[in-house]
C-alpha cells in the first residue's frame, strides 16, 4: 500500500497561532500562566477557584486560563517568543529565557520615591505591598507599589514587578489558526 505523506503544519510569520505558557522567575515562581490556575493566588479577591465572582482582572483566579492567540511578528508578546515559535508544529514545547533587560528592565533605584503621608487622601491608607496607581496632571497613571510607611512619609516603588528579574517561559504550540 502507499504511505500518506502528510506534511507537519509549522508556524510561520504571519500566522495567528494559540500557544499556552508557564511563566517563572528564577527562583521557580509562576508569575503568568494559560494553563488551568489551580488555586486562587490572591486570597483577597473575593472569587473561587474557577474565577467566578471575580471583577478584579488581576486576580490570577483562573480569569484568563486557556490559550493566548497572537499573531507571529505583530509583536503582541515578546519579540523573542514569537520568534522561537516560528517553526513549531502544535505539540510542540520549548522553554526559553528573557533576561530582564528584554524584558522589564533592571531594577532602577531611581524609581524609588518618597512622599509626605500628607499628600495621600484621607481614606487611602497605604500599606506595604499595596498597589497604587498614580495619576498626574496628564491623567497619566503610573502603577507604584508602597514598600514603606510610617507616620511621616511613604516609600513608594514604581517599578515594575518583574523588573530586574529574567523570566523563562515554557510555551507549547497549540494550534495554528
Not at 490570577?60 to 513549531?88: H, K, N, R, W, Y
Not at 524609581?111 to 498626574?136: K, Q, W
Amino acid at each position: 500500500g502507499s504511505i500518506m505523506a502528510q506534511a507537519i503544519k509549522q508556524a510561520k510569520p504571519g500566522d495567528r497561532v494559540k500557544i499556552n505558557f508557564n511563566g517563572t522567575l528564577a527562583d521557580g515562581t509562576l508569575f503568568d500562566t494559560t494553563y488551568e490556575k489551580v488555586e486562587c493566588v490572591d486570597d483577597d479577591c473575593g472569587c473561587d477557584d474557577d474565577g467566578n465572582g471575580c471583577d478584579d482582572e488581576d486576580c490570577g483566579c483562573g480569569s484568563e486560563s486557556g490559550p493566548m492567540e497572537l499573531e507571529l511578528g505583530a509583536e503582541d508578546f515578546f519579540p523573542q517568543i514569537e520568534a522561537a515559535l516560528v517553526g513549531m508544529s502544535p505539540g510542540d514545547k520549548k522553554t526559553l529565557t528573557i533576561e530582564s533587560a528584554d524584558a522589564f528592565g533592571a531594577y532602577d533605584v531611581e524609581m524609588i520615591t518618597t512622599v509626605p503621608r500628607s499628600e495621600f487622601p484621607e481614606e487611602i491608607i497605604p500599606a506595604v505591598g499595596d498597589d497604587l496607581e498614580l495619576v498626574n496632571d496628564d491623567e497619566e497613571g503610573m502603577v507604584v507599589t508602597v514598600i514603606e510607611v510610617d507616620d511621616v512619609e511613604v516609600t513608594l516603588d514604581a517599578n515594575h514587578p518583574l523588573a530586574g528579574e529574567d523570566l523563562t517561559f515554557e510555551v507549547e504550540m497549540v494550534e495554528i489558526l
